[in-house]
Structures are given as C-alpha cells and as structure tokens.
C-alpha cells in the first residue's frame, strides 16, 4: 500500500501513497541531502518568462501608442497608453482566485504549462498589434488567462523541504525583480530595429512592418522553450483516497488528513484567516510602492535636470536596470536564504523597509552629480533599493504559505495576486500622475520637485513597515512536522 522511510520513532513514521504525485515529492525532499539546483532553475525560468512580457513594453510603449493614431494631442498619449499597460493587470485580478481554486483541484502544474503557453501566444499576438483596440484586448487576455503567480508560489514552498524554502521562494522574487529590470532593456535594444539597424532591418521586412513584433517575439521564444522544458515538472498537489490513509494519519503529527472539512478554501474561510490576510495586506502595500517605483525611476531619470531628473536616455536607464538585476540574482541566492536563517522572514522585511526609506530620501541629490560619481552612486543605490524591495516580497511569499494548509495554497496565493494586480495596476498611474505634479511644484517652500514624489513613496513604505507589527500583523505558528 505505502512506501514507508524507516525512523526510529514510529509515530514520526510518515506515510507515502505509491500513486500519489504529491507523496514521491515529498519523499524524495526526505532523502534529498544536497542543494535543490534542477529545481531551483525550473522555478526562476518559469517566473522569469511570465514576467518579461509585464514590464517589456515600458520603453517603446509611448511610440507604440503614438503610431496608433488615437490620440489628438500628443500631451495625450501617455493617457493612453496608461490604459495598455494597465489592462494586462486588470485582466489578472479577474481571475487569480480562479486559477488558484484550479490549482488547489487539478494540481500545480496544468496551471503552470497553461501560463507559460499563453505567453507564447498573446505576446505575440501583441507583437503585431496594428490598432490600440488589439493592443488592449490581447493584453487584457494575456493577464486574464495567466493565472500561473499565486499557484508558483505554493509550487515553491511545496517542491522545496523546509531548510531550503526560503531560497526557493527568493527564486520566485528574484526572477521577478530581474524580470522587471530586464525587461524594459531588452523592449528598448530590440523595439523598432529597421530605425535603430537599417543596414540588417531593412523597412519593408516583417520587423519593419510591426516594429514592436521583435522583443515580443523573443520573449514568446523564450516562453515556448520554458513550457516544453515545463512538461518534465514533477506535481506537488497530493491525489489520494482519505480511506486509505486515514489510520495512518491519526497517528503521524502534521499529516493532513484529506475531509471534507478541510477541503473547505472558499474564499470566507480564507478571509477569516487573519494571519493569512494581514500577511497579504502587507504584501500588497509593498507592491504598491514597488509598482510605483519602478514607473517613477525610470520617468525620473529620463527627465531633464532643469527638473530635477537625470536626462538619460532609454539606453542609460536599461543599462542601470540590468545591472541592478545582476546584482539582485546574486544577492538573493546567495545572501537573503542566510538572513531568512538567522532573522525570520518578517524581521528582513521590517529591516529592508527602514533601509529603504534613507535611500530613496537621497534619489533627488543624486542629480547634483555627474560622471563617474553619478553611474557610480545610481547604481549603487539602485541595487540596494531593488535587494531591500525583494527581500520584503520573498518574506510575505513565505509568511502567507505558512499561514495556510497546502490544500488552500492555490486559492490563497490566489487572492493574494488578486489583492496585488489591483494594486499593480493603480501603482504606475499614480506614480506618473504624482511625478508629473511633483514636477510642476519647482518653486514650493515644502519639499520642491522630485523631493515631493520620493517623500511619498517613503510614506507608503513606512505605512507597510508599521503594518508588519501587532496588533495587525499576527503570525501563524508553524505545524508540528511541516516541511
């Protein structure tokens, strides 16, 4: 019937079912003694694919809109094209519970070949975009049809043992902040070639009739690669009969039994669960910041210094943000696993929240430099910013897998991204719409220019800082014998 390891104590002796997916990796995280790597790498492609296409239009979406013809003036096309870059979140907060309570049903995987699969298509597809209503439609599809967010995140804290679970969630934070950073380069190298490589792209071939179709197309590649390799994942979700299984569980501590009563992930019970949902809160507040961040930096330093910004071209920027993400793989696999060891999550993320605020403080008296120290500085502070942000993301990844039974993981991550993509889609209009007003208030007493817009991102950041202590933030203690 079952596969038993052999412990000296027999009522720790877990219990393996031979047909179960969710068993064989449970065991196999049993004996494993070395660092998961195979399953490390799966875990950073998957999230990396899923996030390029977010953040890849950045830097030829205002050209993208502006050859659209939609709008009168061109003071209007930033309007416009807040709304494509917000459709593709708009569509994922419709249905993230949905793929989660899919995910927690079906299993992990399905939902994961499936986002990755309509990455291949709907990039695509908006690759080729010829009018703004196609722009918006399969951007919209391409979020609504992705559920693959909350349900990876599940995926990690399940394919990965105990010792081992913070590095693998950091993989999920750090593919993303690479992801984002990454992204918007490889949108500005690749976007429009027959005008930046006219002697390999000539006008009149494919990339010049679609000029926005090459990154996307080297994305959707990339994508089709990832979910072929994707086939060979193992399912974490557990099939199997409570009957045959439940003497043995009455006696194994943290085995959970498979009722009817704890089948229960409706969306009241996952909503009464107060760790769970004060962890999410947090985790929102943050991403609103971050979403805002990332629209403001890139905006700031692409604007004159008469107004207090850099005037970086859409190269400079790119090159900053690679290397910001360079920086980030290497800390958050090497570094942010030891400090999750020696401080908890939730310490990290109240630490890199205060650390955060000094550095963002000082964004507007780096444009008082020039050369060496100005590269030198941005840089510098740009990675620390991006390690801080993350650092805070992984710690709520892993406090709101802890706060849940594995059967419910799907459907919490999925409320989770719900509660996120609403916050994503409003964090680049209201970071632009701030910048933009920040921008006119040169000559104010108070806090003139860019310092108003960096003072309000520290205010959000000191919000989240202050909500990760009681009595709003309560912690669920950890099961006897959970891995």
């Given at each position: 019937m079952?596969?038993?390891?052999?412990?000296?104590?027999?009522?720790?002796?877990?219990?393996?079912?031979?047909?179960c997916?969710?068993?064989k990796?449970?065991?196999?995280?049993?004996?494993?003694?070395?660092?998961?790597?195979?399953?490390?790498?799966?875990?950073?492609?998957?999230?990396?694919?899923?996030?390029?296409?977010?953040?890849?239009?950045?830097?030829?979406?205002?050209f993208?809109?502006?050859?659209?013809?939609?709008?009168?003036?061109?003071?209007?096309?930033?309007?416009?094209?807040?709304?494509?870059?917000?459709?593709?979140?708009?569509?994922?907060?419709l249905?993230?519970?949905?793929?989660?309570?899919?995910?927690?049903?079906?299993?992990?995987?399905?939902?994961?070949?499936?986002?990755?699969?309509?990455?291949?298509?709907f990039?695509?597809?908006?690759?080729f975009?010829?009018?703004?209503?196609?722009?918006?439609?399969?951007?919209?599809?391409?979020g609504?049809?992705?559920?693959?967010?909350?349900?990876?995140?599940?995926?990690?804290?399940?394919?990965?043992?105990e010792?081992?679970?913070?590095?693998?969630?950091?993989?999920?934070?750090?593919?993303?902040?690479?992801?984002?950073?990454?992204?918007?380069?490889?949108?500005?190298?690749?976007?429009?070639?027959?005008?930046?490589?006219?002697?390999?792209?000539?006008?009149?071939?494919?990339?010049?009739?679609?000029?926005?179709?090459?990154?996307?197309?080297?994305?959707?590649?990339?994508?089709?690669?990832?979910?072929?390799?994707?086939?060979?994942?193992?399912?974490?979700?557990?099939?199997?009969?409570?009957?045959?299984?439940?003497?043995?569980?009455?006696?194994?501590?943290?085995?959970?039994?498979?009722?009817?009563?704890?089948?229960?992930?409706?969306?009241?019970?996952?909503?009464?669960?107060?760790?769970?949902?004060?962890?999410?809160?947090?985790y929102c507040?943050?991403?609103?910041?971050?979403?805002?961040?990332?629209?403001?930096?890139?905006?700031?330093?692409?604007?004159?210094?008469?107004?207090?910004?850099?005037?970086?071209?859409?190269?400079?920027?790119?090159?900053?943000?690679?290397?910001?993400?360079?920086?980030?793989l290497?800390?958050?696999?090497?570094?942010?696993?030891?400090?999750?060891?020696?401080?908890?999550?939730?310490?990290?993320?109240?630490?890199?929240?205060?650390?955060?605020?000094?550095?963002?403080?000082?964004?507007?008296?780096?444009?008082?430099?020039?050369?060496?120290?100005?590269?030198?500085?941005?840089?510098?502070?740009?990675?620390?910013?991006?390690?801080?942000?993350?650092?805070?993301?992984?710690?709520?990844?892993?406090?709101?897998?802890?706060?849940?039974e594995?059967?419910?993981?799907?459907?919490?991550?999925?409320?989770?991204?719900?509660?996120?993509?609403?916050?994503?889609?409003?964090?680049?209009?209201?970071?632009?719409?701030?910048?933009?007003?920040?921008?006119?208030?040169?000559?104010?007493?108070?806090?003139?220019?860019?310092?108003?817009?960096?003072?309000?991102?520290?205010?959000i950041?000191?919000?989240?800082?202050?909500?990760?202590?009681?009595?709003?933030?309560?912690?669920?203690?950890l099961?006897?014998?959970?891995?």
């Amino acid at each position: 019937m079952g596969i038993n390891d052999k412990v000296d104590d027999p009522l720790l002796k877990p219990v393996y079912h031979e047909n179960c997916p969710g068993c064989k990796v449970d065991r196999q995280k049993r004996i494993q003694t070395g660092l998961p790597i195979k399953e490390l790498v799966f875990i950073w492609i998957i999230v990396l694919c899923v996030t390029l296409p977010i953040s890849s239009l950045f830097p030829f979406l205002y050209f993208m809109v502006r050859d659209f013809n939609i709008a009168e003036k061109e003071e209007d096309i930033s309007y416009y094209a807040g709304f494509v870059g917000s459709s593709y979140m708009i569509g994922r907060a419709l249905t993230s519970v949905f793929w989660g309570v899919v995910a927690d049903r079906y299993g992990r995987k399905p939902v994961i070949l499936l986002g990755t699969s309509v990455v291949v298509i709907f990039n695509t597809l908006f690759g080729f975009s010829v009018n703004y209503r196609m722009a918006i439609i399969t951007r919209f599809l391409l979020g609504l049809l992705n559920g693959l967010f909350g349900p990876i995140k599940a995926y990690a804290s399940e394919l990965f043992p105990e010792r081992h679970q913070a590095l693998g969630l950091s993989s999920i934070s750090t593919s993303w902040g690479i992801g984002l950073t990454v992204g918007p380069a490889l949108g500005g190298f690749l976007a429009q070639p027959a005008e930046k490589f006219p002697s390999l792209v000539s006008s009149d071939s494919l990339f010049g009739r679609f000029p926005y179709l090459l990154p996307c197309l080297c994305i959707s590649i990339f994508a089709l690669v990832v979910t072929i390799a994707a086939f060979w994942l193992p399912e974490t979700l557990h099939f199997h009969k409570t009957d045959q299984l439940e003497s043995a569980s009455d006696h194994v501590p943290g085995f959970e039994k498979k009722t009817d009563e704890n089948k229960d992930s409706t969306l009241i019970s996952l909503l009464k669960n107060w760790p769970l949902m004060s962890s999410i809160i947090v985790y929102c507040v943050f991403s609103l910041h971050d979403m805002a961040y990332t629209e403001i930096f890139s905006l700031w330093a692409e604007t004159p210094k008469s107004l207090g910004g850099l005037n970086f071209s859409t190269d400079d920027v790119g090159t900053v943000l690679s290397i910001t993400g360079v920086g980030l793989l290497l800390f958050q696999t090497s570094l942010y696993p030891f400090a999750d060891r020696m401080f908890g999550p939730i310490v990290v993320a109240r630490i890199s929240g205060v650390l955060s605020i000094p550095i963002l403080t000082a964004y507007p008296y780096i444009a008082f430099l020039s050369g060496f120290m100005l590269i030198f500085t941005l840089n510098f502070a740009s990675i620390v910013k991006n390690v801080l942000s993350e650092s805070i993301i992984t710690g709520t990844f892993i406090l709101q897998n802890n706060a849940v039974e594995q059967h419910q993981r799907g459907a919490a991550n999925g409320i989770s991204m719900t509660l996120q993509s609403i916050c994503k889609a409003i964090g680049p209009a209201f970071g632009g719409t701030l910048l933009s007003w920040s921008l006119k208030r040169q000559n104010t007493t108070f806090l003139p220019g860019v310092h108003m817009i960096f003072f309000i991102l520290n205010v959000i950041e000191g919000l989240g800082v202050l909500l990760t202590f009681k009595p709003f933030f309560i912690k669920r203690p950890l099961p006897v014998g959970s891995t």
